[in-house]
């Protein structure tokens, strides 16, 4: 199984990474699609210390990732006006832009999958990967 999902993920990842590079956005380091990704798909800012949690980095890692993030115009850094200790993270327009694009690759590997394995079986998937995710999370009693 630990194969076969990092071979999946590389799928996806390619085929993002292509579509990225075709639409001017060659610059994203490694993880930064995650990073664009999650942003996109949230509302609202997102502290840097929950980036740090999710993506599984030092902090000084994760660090160097919104730096270059932050240079490439995909993200936006701003003091959390409740607790000005915390940094929280936006997406730019350019980074919006990014997410768009990453969206729509996505949104094409989907629909082949779904094409060759059919709609039942992508819910059947997307449910077992849910439930393998919960039971990597620290606060899982299912580990």
């Known amino acids: 199984?630990?194969?076969?999902?990092?071979?999946?993920?590389?799928?996806?990842?390619v085929a993002m990474r292509r579509a990225l590079e075709s639409?001017?956005?060659s610059d994203i380091p490694a993880n930064g699609l995650y990073v664009i990704g999650g942003l996109a798909l949230g509302?609202?800012?997102?502290?840097?210390s929950k980036?740090?949690?999710?993506?599984?980095?030092?902090?000084?890692?994760?660090?160097?990732?919104?730096?270059?993030?932050v240079t490439g115009g995909y993200l936006q850094r701003s003091v959390d006006p409740l607790d000005r200790r915390r940094l929280?993270?936006?997406l730019?327009?350019?980074g919006r832009a990014a997410a768009v694009t990453q969206t729509a690759a996505r949104k094409r590997i989907d629909?082949?999958?779904t094409r060759r394995v059919g709609k039942e079986a992508m819910e059947?998937?997307?449910?077992?990967?849910?439930?393998?995710?919960?039971?990597?999370?620290?606060d899982s009693a299912g580990a």
Request: no cysteine; hydrophobic share 50%; glycine share 6%.
């Open 23 to 25: 639409a001017g956005f």
């Open 88 to 90: 929280n993270i936006t």
């Open 43 to 48: 509302a609202s800012d997102v502290p840097l």
């Open 51 to 69: 980036l740090i949690t999710d993506l599984r980095v030092s902090k000084q890692a994760a660090g160097q990732l919104v730096d270059a993030l």
């Open 111 to 113: 629909a082949a999958l």
């Open 124 to 138: 059947i998937t997307r449910s077992t990967l849910a439930a393998l995710i919960e039971i990597g999370r620290p």
């Open 92 to 94: 730019t327009k350019r």
């Open 1 to 13: 199984m630990p194969a076969l999902l990092r071979h999946a993920r590389t799928t996806y990842g």
